[in-house]
């Protein structure tokens, strides 16, 4: 049995780290439920939870996908990792007050985007899955 390429390690490192951070909001929220009721937060916990929820799902997916060996795995990062660049610049342009700065986040957005494309791309991550689907 061949040992995982390292990009996909990688990936699935990536993955693991948004469903812990979504996993965290949503404990988080479910803790703090009150205090956000109580602010009115802005655009309210249903919304939050919900949110935490989708993504804690689709990064399970996407793990489940990989631990499978699944030929569109791939094609599935391209897909969820577009899916939350959006949703990030869409949730931070509709529903934050102030946007003190854009730089940092447009920097971010776009290396991020920049590494897990450039992950995808890697040779071994393409053959890994491909063997696999042969399999």
Not at 53 to 77: A, C, D, E, H, V
Request: some cysteine; overall charge positive; hydrophobic content about 55%.
């Amino acid at each position: 049995m061949k040992k995982r390429p390292f990009s996909v390690t990688i990936l699935t490192m990536i993955v693991l780290f948004f469903i812990l951070l979504n996993g965290a909001r949503f404990y988080v929220i479910i803790n703090e439920w009150n205090v956000l009721v109580l602010f009115n937060a802005h655009p309210g916990p249903y919304y939050m939870l919900a949110l935490s929820l989708i993504w804690i799902t689709i990064g399970s997916m996407l793990i489940y996908s990989i631990f499978r060996k699944n030929i569109r795995t791939p094609q599935f990062i391209y897909i969820s990792t577009g899916l939350y660049a959006s949703w990030f610049w869409i949730d931070r342009t509709l529903f934050q007050h102030r946007m003190n700065s854009l730089v940092f986040p447009i920097i971010g957005t776009c290396l991020s985007l920049l590494f897990i494309i450039s992950m995808l791309k890697h040779q071994d991550l393409i053959y890994y899955f491909k063997r696999a689907g042969r399999l």
